[in-house]
């Protein structure tokens, strides 16, 4: 605890000094962004202004995501992002994000280059996972709270995870391919990719294929941690072709299979996602992007852990179909500059399987979204006005003693976006944001129907048609702050301070109530809206500095949260979390050595409804690029071997662990 209070005050002193020191000389207007080993902290145009302000948005991309051999997870790089936290199952192959406090059921709108992830899974985990090859993955964008565009279904804020491209192997033009492996001595983590790709005048294409496979890992204590196996192979096919010089085409397909144990099973998971993409640059009134795609996400349960296996044969698939059209234009009104983005989303949920159990294997749900997103610009005012038009339907039918018949929901919302910003230097901006987002009950909550008899205790898991949808409204208050050439030539400080306040009506959790059936005296849980109002609301700082020598980061979570009635005692997300990471380049920037710490309080999740103690962890890092196509990468994760129980998790986290990647571009 001293350690940690110590790190966090002496970096925040040491940034807010950088931050108000003597004026440095004018940014280059080639400094279109600022980026940490691979993290765009706040994206700024060539002017040093901030693009959309208001939007309080991490892109993570380049050695935050693919470096080090791949040796950082993807729950563990969101966790060092400020207000993002996971839902952690270490036997799922998926991703289950939460934006300040908020997860599951769609709270958080997922994913996957722009294709809803929407498989869920009522108890014993995470409502809602993006599945995806960690391998393949080049990049993350996160944005804290309402978005109205497209991706913006969701209440919280969204994450979309972003694949291989072509031109991510090839510079230029021409043909090349990447091989990457990475190794952990914690359960023979052993992983390999292999891609092949081409860059012509006119087109691309990428063709790659990945397998990772790993025993149990042990925790800091020795223990094996059960279920934790990973056996994951996948398959990605990309390509991209010019129709005219002002339009063209992109195609993706991807699969990935999981064969993985979780809530007293073994499962296998197949999870396939196609999408056309059609583009038109004509002039600064016509750049539209439409998108069709198609997801399908089959899983089985194949054998049991423990137990009677009663439940062996379960199967659970959802198929997601969809559109989105998006168009920006760029207009010039008298002294103000406008961005005009304007465009829908539509796309529906099928369920299908057998003996889902309390996942629901019938049932189909629409949404569509219709969003104008527009941005006033004049010398240091920048306005944000945007409207979102949301309209949901839910198809379905019960068949049980207490309640049977068709359900069919429809609902629709109208939900603003407000924010002003002013530049007023250089290098800082203020802003303010108001913002109204809603979210419609899932198939899930609404459909689930599961008895379990125990004799001495009935419990029955029923479903819910008279659910109301969830609305989230708050705003947040913050500055953004960019200043270049601040301790030495070419060096660059980026960080966004936000204070942000959300209150969520109608939250819909868990409830139960004794009622009688057939077989007597039963427990009936079911998921209900929530009277009173759940807040989330806290101070959120990340920032970032990069000189010729020296790459540092800092991101600060702190939070006081309200969780909804009945669940007093517990916490939407961590009361505190922090990390920090300090770097020193050698051999002109090709050998990096490093190290990252981590801390998060002490704290009983809403979600896992688990008690993690306080924990702060030590990583140390090093990559060398031995040739222009040849990268070397070391690391120790959690260097003290510490025992720990990671907030919102299932399982202890994996203890010491010695890891070593290559990846070889040619």
Same mark, same amino acid.
């Given at each position: ?25 004018? @940014? ?43 040796? *950082? ?8 992002? &400020? ?7 270490? =036997? ?8 300040? $406090?908020? @997860? $599951? ?70 043909? $090349? ?8 001595? !914690? ?74 144990? /979780? !809530? ?19 002039? &600064? ?17 194949? =054998? ?52 889902? $159990? ?18 006033? /610009? ?11 038009? /949301? ?56 459909? @689930? ?53 959300? !209150? ?32 989330? @609301? ?25 969780? &909804? ?27 990096? *050595? ?28 090093? /990559? ?21 129980? &990671? ?20």
């Amino acid at each position: 605890m001293r350690l940690a209070a110590f790190l966090r005050g002496a970096t925040a002193i040491t940034l807010a000094l950088a931050a108000t020191g003597t004026t440095a000389a004018a @940014q280059e207007a080639t400094d279109a962004e600022a980026t940490f080993l691979g993290r765009i902290v706040v994206g700024y145009s060539a002017d040093g202004t901030p693009v959309y302000a208001g939007e309080n948005s991490s892109h993570l991309e380049g050695s935050s995501v693919t470096a080090q051999g791949g040796t *950082a997870t993807v729950d563990d790089v969101l966790r060092q992002t &400020p207000g993002v936290s996971t839902r952690l199952n270490p =036997g799922q192959p998926g991703v289950a994000v939460s934006i300040r $406090g908020l @997860q $599951g059921q769609g709270r958080v709108a997922m994913t996957v280059e722009g294709v809803p992830q929407t498989f869920r899974f009522n108890g014993h985990a995470s409502e809602g996972y993006a599945n995806f090859e960690p391998l393949f993955l080049q990049g993350i964008d996160i944005t804290r709270g309402a978005v109205v565009t497209a991706g913006g279904s969701g209440s919280a804020g969204a994450a979309n995870f972003r694949l291989l491209e072509a031109e991510d192997i090839v510079d230029g033009q021409g043909a $090349g391919g990447r091989v990457k492996l990475s190794y952990g001595d !914690n359960g023979d983590d052993f992983g390999r990719m292999g891609a092949a790709a081409y860059v012509g005048e006119r087109g691309s294409i990428v063709g790659a294929y990945a397998r990772t496979a790993a025993d149990a890992f042990e925790d800091g204590a020795g223990n094996e941690v059960a279920n934790t196996e990973k056996d994951r192979d996948s398959y990605l096919l990309r390509g991209r072709t010019a129709l005219t010089e002002t339009q063209s085409l992109e195609f993706l397909a991807t699969r990935m299979n999981a064969d993985y144990a /979780s !809530n007293s099973y073994e499962q296998e998971m197949t999870t396939d996602l196609y999408k056309l993409g059609y583009s038109l640059n004509y002039s &600064p009134a016509v750049n539209l992007t439409a998108n069709v795609y198609r997801a399908i996400t089959d899983n089985e349960y194949t =054998g049991s852990i423990d137990g009677t296996g009663s439940y062996v044969g379960r199967q659970m698939q959802t198929i997601t179909t969809g559109l989105d059209v998006t168009n920006v234009s760029e207009l010039a009104l008298g002294s103000w500059m406008l961005t005009s983005t304007n465009g829908f989303e539509y796309f529906e949920d099928e369920l299908g399987g057998a003996e889902g $159990g309390a996942n629901p294997t019938f049932g189909e749900a629409e949404t569509l979204g219709i969003f104008t997103e527009n941005i006033f /610009s004049n010398g240091p005012w920048e306005i944000t006005a945007a409207l979102r038009y /949301s309209d949901y339907s839910l198809h379905g039918r019960l068949d049980n003693e207490l309640e049977s018949g068709d359900v069919d929901i429809d609902d629709n919302s109208l939900d603003p976006k407000l924010t002003l910003a002013y530049q007023v230097n250089d290098w800082l901006q203020p802003y303010v944001s108001y913002s109204r987002s809603t979210r419609a009950p899932s198939l899930q909550e609404t459909l @689930q129907e599961s008895f379990h008899g125990y004799g001495f205790f009935n419990l029955y898991l029923g479903p819910n048609p008279d659910l109301q949808t969830e609305t989230t409204e708050g705003g947040e208050i913050g500055v953004n702050i960019a200043r270049s050439n601040l301790i030495s030539s070419g060096d660059r400080l980026t960080a966004r301070l936000a204070y942000f306040k959300m !209150n969520v009506e109608d939250y819909v959790a868990y409830v139960m109530e004794d009622t009688y059936t057939s077989v007597g005296s039963t427990t009936l849980a079911y998921y209900d809206n929530i009277d009173g109002t759940t807040v989330t @609301q806290g101070f959120e700082l990340e920032a970032a500095y990069d000189s010729e020598l020296w790459s540092a980061a800092l991101s600060y979570t702190n939070s006081d949260s309200t969780p &909804p009635s009945g669940y007093e005692g517990y916490e939407l997300q961590p009361p505190e979390t922090f990390s920090t990471t300090l770097a020193r380049h050698f051999l002109g920037g090709d050998l990096t *050595a490093g190290a990252t710490y981590s801390y998060t309080a002490a704290g009983v999740s809403i979600d896992s409804e688990a008690e993690s103690d306080a924990y702060g962890l030590w990583d140390v890092f090093a /990559s060398y690029e031995a040739a222009d196509n040849l990268l070397i990468t070391g690391k120790i994760a959690n260097l003290g071997d510490e025992e720990y129980l &990671p907030y919102a998790a299932t399982a202890n986290g994996p203890g010491r662990t010695y890891y070593l990647g290559l990846q070889m571009t040619f």
